[in-house]
């Protein structure tokens, strides 16, 4: 009967409990200062954040590029984004500190550590140390949100940086999308209890509650099932589609003078046309003429107006012949293009 009834809105007791548990046994994350809410998928997380910390004209530090889906948000609230540039191994903390020095009233720092969408990039250890030491500097909070971080197949887990909190001013935001299946839409925060109490209001007057039904999927998934082998089988799955996509883009569009992030998980490919190409006009003409859908890098920009030369490749979606005709498809385009 439960299934069928309205419910908390903090969300369904046992996967709250169940995932408290875990995630504190495997990942360090929780504390006697935090709390869990169930959202309806990660971007709810991202959106209530905002909602709570944010008014009109308040400042949110990002990474540049950084996903769509959550700088529009902040966008929608009326946030001001400020980026901050990535390097190889994550946000570039000197950047970042000066942002802090020019904004001191920042409301929060958003960050995706793991894989990070659109760049695939992973944030150092010593990086991860180096924001939170900055973060209580400035006295400003973290979302960390980490939809790609059980999807690691290459390299060892990086500690998640809510890991290192000791004063309550990391939210986690974890999720079922890649993992499970996206259209269940759970998402689940920890977070410190005073503010993921506001955040819960704010959910009342979106939701009410995450949908039962898909809530006690995932329980029950994660009380039946090997959870862990299950993590593992997925691993290799992208593991081995990871890597025939890097050996198309390798054979394809390298040699047009394309290059790309390396990467250790996650879904995605970063590549980059040699200066003076037209990037939005290469991934147009890539739909139009080649009937292949990649996304342009300026959708996943800070500021909307910078130059950009990357495009976006992702891997989980598209069966491998689909994989191989398409990149083969944009090396011809690039061929055509480029010479």
């Not at 000197?94 to 802090?100: G, N, Q, S, T």
């Not at 999807?151 to 000791?166: T, V």
């Not at 939701?207 to 039904?213: E, S």
Request: negative net charge.
């Amino acid at each position: 009967v439960d299934v069928l009834q309205y419910s908390t809105t903090e969300g369904y007791g046992p996967l709250r409990s169940r995932l408290t548990s875990y995630m504190k046994q495997k990942h360090n994350i929780g504390r006697d200062f935090d709390n869990i809410l169930i959202t309806s998928g990660a971007q709810q997380i991202v959106e209530l954040v905002a909602k709570v910390l944010c008014n009109r004209g308040d400042v949110v530090i990002c990474e540049a590029p950084s996903f769509i889906g959550s700088l529009n948000s902040f966008r929608s609230l009326g946030g001001r984004l400020v980026g901050v540039p990535i390097e190889s191994d994550g946000m570039d903390t000197a950047a970042l500190e000066r942002a802090l020095k020019a904004n001191p009233d920042a409301k929060f720092i958003y960050t995706i550590p793991n894989f990070q969408n659109p760049s695939g990039i992973t944030m150092s250890m010593e990086k991860r140390r180096r924001l939170y030491a900055l973060a209580r500097e400035y006295d400003v909070v973290i979302v960390e949100d980490n939809p790609y971080g059980d999807l690691r197949f290459e390299g060892e887990d990086i500690p998640a940086i809510k890991s290192l909190d000791e004063d309550g001013r990391v939210v986690y935001a974890g999720s079922f999308s890649k993992v499970l299946a996206p259209a269940i839409r759970v998402g689940y925060t920890i977070a410190p209890a005073e503010l993921l109490q506001k955040m819960i209001v704010c959910k009342q007057g979106e939701d009410v509650h995450t949908a039962m039904w898909s809530q006690m999927i995932c329980e029950q998934y994660m009380a039946t099932v090997d959870f862990e082998a299950h993590l593992e089988d997925l691993r290799s799955i992208y593991r081995k589609k990871a890597r025939l996509m890097i050996s198309l883009v390798e054979e394809y569009l390298v040699p047009a003078g394309i290059t790309y992030a390396d990467i250790q998980g996650g879904l995605f490919v970063w590549c980059r046309l040699p200066d003076g190409v037209d990037m939005p006009a290469f991934c147009k003409r890539a739909v139009v003429d080649y009937k292949v859908a990649i996304v342009p890098g300026n959708a996943f920009l800070v500021n909307e107006t910078d130059p950009c030369q990357n495009f976006r490749l992702n891997f989980s979606t598209p069966t491998d012949e689909a994989m191989k005709t398409g990149v083969a498809r944009l090396g011809a385009l690039a061929r055509d293009i480029l010479g």
